[in-house]
C-alpha cells in the first residue's frame, strides 16, 4: 500500500515503500514538506486537498490515472493521535 504520513504543517513524518513508486522520495525527505516533491499522478489538486482535508478533517477520495495510465484509488483522510493520560 502507498501511504504518506504528513503533519499539520505538510511535511513527511513517514511514509511506505511503495509511495516511492509515485513520489519521488528517499529517506532524507522526513521533514520536507510534501509540495517541494514531484509525483507520476495525474491530479492536479492534489495540494489543495492535502489543505482541504487538514482544515475540515473531512476525507477526499479520487480515483486516479498515473503518467502510465494505472489506476489507483486516492484516499486523504485526516489521521488524529490522541493523547492519553493514566
Known sequence: ???????????????????VELFNFSEGDIGRKFESFTHKLQLSSLSLDLKKVLQTGIPVEHEVVDKQSKSFLLRILPYLASKQTC
Open 1 to 19: 500500500i502507498h501511504t504518506i504520513f504528513l503533519d499539520s504543517e505538510l511535511s513527511i513524518r513517514m511514509f511506505t515503500p511503495k509511495a
